[in-house]
């Protein structure tokens, strides 16, 4: 079988949408979930004690958990330790979600395993009452098997959705925790208060094993503290990543302010690790560090200690693509990060801000900003784009996780749990909050203009055209304001970047969009304009969409 199979294949298993409703029904009773997952690993030929061998680093939270597992799966391998890491989701490619020493396993060993792992539970599977695990149950028990048979030192893994209900959360025996910032995400599956989503993520917490956590809402922490406490695992706070810093300032691979929160939560937890496992000499304990803010915190704080030069220079080399990451392109700047929370997006724009507002003008030609968004399932669009207007964009455009609007070649990218329609809609609905938003903002009213009922006289002038659905722009009502909807991201880049970056060729369908007038006026200033900055948010999927078109490599 060759990988596109393998790929083919795991696609099907997407095919269960009511996968997270059966989440919903399931979360009264956690051990339903839990079962059903330990009966996979089961029929897989792998039982829960053999993922003790792992020494697994065990990390959830709402927002930075990724990039916490970056940096201290990072400084391990710093360490000369041979690394696995499970994240989720994927950007380009899914072999990215399973890492062997940082690297996403080639498309030879993701083949091999997928069908190892594949044919065994096919084989098995008439006396289960499920025949097949969802695609991250599966992916999660072949990363188990990838780490085993390829014999890590470790493995960093990061929680799907939540904790307490996770199916990574069958690990029984991690050697540490951590839970990065919380916020709110997931309602639907976790709870619509932070507190009870907090109860949820300190449901990874296990006994006697040593956990810890950034600063968080006060009642946050008292949950947090009282799961600790119920389960009887000792709970730290980590401290500032100031106290690391008496000497000099630590540099960080990953740009924005709140990184150094989550950079501080993987050095407690990379030296946690070390420690239990006997690496004599490094991160020797200093005086324990309290600030202020801290000494309110009703939790004891985790001393700091002093840094190796493996830790050091890990926290420096960190990369973790898609997160706050900065690409040139002659003219044209990228601005990428994938914040779809609203604690998350408060902090991607207080990092646009301060990077790209504060770029030195050109001396000649004009800045043209122009926002690239989209946003996906239960997630609170209105408010992500009322914290984005700050940011004086002059265009705004909407398109769905769709690279091309041909499906070919985009197999680790499809997503078979919504449909185009829905997709699509999403879109106009996106474009519709952010035209309220910059009408309420100059005080005119751009939808006197026309009826009400546009939207759907538009979904019913969409007609197929080769392999998808070719949508007109969306702003036929509203040619005052400066949004438009372009049906996939190649498309609405080829309009931003007006052929001025190589990987954009402006395509006949694209041309025939452009004549728009806010595309054709809007056209004009792209092409005039010296310097073309492009904030890219909303959605890590639209995230990986756009890095696939910007970098051919990630592909390969």
Not at 214 to 224: E, F, H, Y
Not at 398 to 403: A, E, K, L, V
Not at 490 to 506: E, I, N
Request: aromatic share 8%; charged share 20%; glycine share 8%.
């Amino acid at each position: 079988m060759e990988f596109a199979d393998a790929i083919q294949t795991l696609n099907t298993l997407q095919t269960n949408a009511s996968y997270l409703d059966q989440v919903k029904r399931e979360r009264g009773d956690p051990q339903l979930q839990l079962e059903a997952m330990k009966g996979f690993l089961k029929r897989s030929g792998l039982k829960v004690e053999d993922l003790d061998q792992l020494n697994i680093i065990h990390v959830t939270g709402t927002k930075g958990k990724g990039s916490t597992c970056a940096f201290a799966e990072q400084m391990l391998r710093n360490c000369g330790l041979k690394t696995g890491f499970y994240s989720s989701p994927h950007l380009v490619q899914v072999r990215e979600r399973i890492r062997i020493n940082g690297q996403p396993i080639s498309k030879e060993l993701f083949t091999k395993y997928f069908w190892q792992v594949y044919n065994r539970l096919d084989e098995r599977k008439d006396s289960c009452p499920q025949s097949m695990p969802a695609y991250f149950r599966f992916l999660t028990i072949m990363a188990f098997h990838v780490f085993l048979q390829e014999k890590v030192d470790l493995a960093v893994v990061e929680v799907g959705i939540g904790g307490a209900y996770d199916c990574t959360n069958i690990i029984r025996k991690p050697v540490v925790c951590g839970i990065s910032s919380l916020g709110i995400d997931h309602t639907s599956i976790l709870g619509d208060t932070i507190e009870k989503i907090a109860w949820q993520k300190g449901g990874i917490f296990k006994p006697g094993v040593p956990a810890f956590t950034v600063p968080q809402p006060a009642s946050c922490l008292q949950v947090l503290m009282d799961r600790a406490k119920d389960i009887g695992c000792p709970l730290s706070l980590c401290p500032d990543l100031d106290a690391y810093e008496e000497d000099k300032t630590l540099t960080l691979g990953l740009a924005g302010e709140h990184q150094r929160s989550n950079a501080a939560l993987a050095l407690q937890l990379t030296q946690t690790w070390l420690h239990c496992h006997g690496y004599d000499g490094v991160g020797e304990v200093k005086e324990p560090w309290q600030t202020g803010h801290m000494l309110k915190q009703p939790l004891p704080t985790a001393s700091a200690f002093r840094l190796s030069f493996a830790m050091v220079q890990g926290l420096r080399e960190t990369e973790w693509l898609g997160r706050t990451q900065i690409l040139q392109r002659g003219a044209l700047t990228y601005y990428i990060d994938g914040a779809h929370t609203t604690s998350s997006m408060h902090a991607c724009v207080h990092w646009f801000r301060d990077v790209a507002l504060n770029e030195e003008k050109p001396r000649t030609g004009s800045v043209v900003r122009v926002l690239l968004f989209n946003a996906t399932g239960e997630r609170d669009t209105a408010a992500l784009l009322k914290l984005l207007q700050p940011c004086q964009f002059d265009y705004a455009i909407f398109c769905p996780n769709i690279t091309e609007v041909s499906a070919s070649g985009n197999a680790d990218q499809q997503n078979y749990n919504v449909t185009l329609e829905n997709v699509l809609s999403r879109c106009l609905e996106n474009q519709r909050h952010w035209n309220q938003l910059m009408e309420e903002k100059v005080g005119l009213d751009l939808w006197s203009a026309a009826p009400l009922e546009l939207e759907e006289s538009l979904m019913k002038k969409a007609s197929l055209r080769g392999h998808g659905l070719l949508l007109v722009p969306v702003t036929e009502r509203l040619l005052n304001s400066s949004s438009l909807v372009f049906p996939s991201i190649s498309q609405a880049l080829q309009w931003v970047t007006q052929g001025r970056d190589p990987a954009f060729q402006c395509s006949l369908v694209t041309k025939a969009l452009h004549q728009h007038p806010v595309a054709s006026s809007g056209a004009v200033l792209l092409q005039e304009a010296a310097s073309i900055q492009v904030l890219v948010t909303g959605s890590l999927h639209l995230v990986g969409g756009v890095l696939k078109l910007l970098d051919q490599s990630l592909s390969q």
